[in-house]
């Protein structure tokens, strides 16, 4: 199979956020809030794709954070599963105080979403008051040696007027990458609502708050020394990779560079869709997930968990065969 996906795992159901551009599960689908995996779950399922090539694993939510056995599961998976590249990604401001730990347990990045450096405004996104806390974390992990990624969504009038800000502010605060994402504009179309977090800030759908990239790319393409095209796993969106004078990776995922579809995508409703096949997802809840607005394609892992090693990687096969045809489509505008 040419086309591998990155892994993510969503290790339990909910972040503490109450952003109004995300659902209540997050990047999952509909999944109960206290649901969470263990340990062996997580290191059985990575061990399963890692026999078909899979080598980027993100361990996501929920908040990982927020599971207790992080650090004992990052130790396993780096250690006794032998996973080439392992990311954390989170949100909250007590991931600072495990970074340490992280560290030495061998994690390979951890990820932190900051889309504000406005305390008013990041309270209005997430509806907590800590980005003064969030911020410390970033220190902390930049001073443990993790090398630091920050995910930045930008929206129409609420961040996009600080974008060149947060370039600076993550250069001056040793961070090693900086992500740029479009808001995912059809992402209210799935069956989980949030459409009354939206109406909280005068937005009615997830097109209110969307907006072009193009303002920021034209700055960065003037700043930055070099820049190139970068792809994960050979899916997703093509992106746009700044290396700026200081040093940091600036990337852009603008969804009008295109994405992938497959088989499955043919007949969905939602086709033409923004974010498409980019990753590979399990639910806190044992399930695989493909996309972000469908619940009806998703694979139950309970009964192959159960069963054992020749069935789980049956049912991983099958899975990713799914990608393995998929085709890339350039932009498709409708949506």
């Known amino acids: 199979m040419a086309k591998i996906p990155q892994v993510r795992i969503a290790v339990n159901a909910r972040c503490g956020r109450a952003c109004f551009f995300c659902r209540p599960s997050g990047e999952s689908i509909p999944t109960a809030a206290g649901t969470m995996l263990d340990v062996d779950t997580v290191v059985t399922l990575c061990s399963a794709f890692q026999v078909f090539g899979a080598c980027e694993f993100k361990l996501t939510g929920g908040d990982p954070a927020l599971w207790p056995p992080l650090i004992e599961c990052v130790h396993r998976l780096k250690h006794d599963v032998g996973v080439a590249h392992l990311e954390v990604i989170s949100r909250h401001p007590s991931i600072g105080s495990l970074a340490g730990a992280l560290q030495s347990a061998g ?28 911020q410390e974390a970033l220190r902390k992990v930049v001073r443990a040696g993790v090398p630091c990624k920050i995910n930045t969504v930008v929206m129409h009038g609420v961040n996009d007027a600080e974008l060149q800000a947060i370039v600076r502010h993550c250069e001056a605060e040793g961070v090693t990458q900086l992500k740029m994402l479009d808001v995912i504009r059809d992402l209210d179309n799935g069956a989980e609502s949030f459409k009354g977090r939206l109406v909280q800030i005068g937005a009615y759908t997830m097109r209110d708050l969307y907006t072009p990239l193009d303002g920021i790319v034209e700055w960065l393409e003037e700043q930055a020394t070099s820049n190139c095209r970068v792809v994960q796993g050979g899916l997703g969106h093509p992106m746009r990779s700044y290396r700026m004078p200081s040093g940091l990776n600036v990337v852009v995922k603008d969804h009008r560079a295109g994405a992938w579809y497959s088989n499955i995508c043919a007949s969905c409703r939602h086709y033409p869709c923004h974010d498409a096949l980019m990753a590979i997802r399990v639910t806190s809840d044992r399930r695989i997930q493909f996309c972000l607005l469908r619940e009806d394609t998703a694979i139950d892992l309970g009964d192959a968990l159960r069963e054992g090693a020749n069935a789980l990687q049956a049912t991983i096969r099958a899975a990713l065969d799914v990608y393995a045809s998929a085709t890339f489509a350039a932009p498709l505008e409708v949506l």
């Open 107 to 134: 994690v390979d990045q951890i990820n932190l979403s900051m889309d504000t450096l406005k305390s008013e405004t990041h309270r209005r996104i997430t509806g907590v008051d800590d980005l003064g806390d969030l």
